[in-house]
């Protein structure tokens, strides 16, 4: 994983911004798309949320624990 200090925070930070955008982007398919669409999507997107959370954040936070958000374990 990562070990500048430096590059560790700035990926962190656009992992973080993924993840918030993504967010935005299931609750505006649930607006506008029917359930089954919205259903369909939000399943893909729980997969890449995996991927983000569990093969890049958490690996990135044990080599890094300061990076780690206060409220990441809750």
């Known amino acids: 994983m990562i ?3 430096d590059v560790a925070a700035s990926v962190n ?5 993924c993840y918030r955008l993504l967010e ?7 607006k506008h798309c029917s359930q089954e669409q919205a259903k369909a ?3 893909k997107i729980t997969n890449i949320f995996s991927t983000l ?3 890049l954040m958490e690996p990135l ?12 374990d809750s």
């Open 3 to 5: 070990e500048n200090e």
């Open 13 to 17: 930070n656009k992992l973080h911004s």
């Open 24 to 30: 935005e982007s299931i609750w505006e398919v649930n």
């Open 41 to 43: 999507y939000r399943q």
């Open 53 to 55: 959370v569990f093969e």
């Open 61 to 72: 936070y044990e080599v890094h624990p300061k990076l780690k958000p206060p409220d990441w």
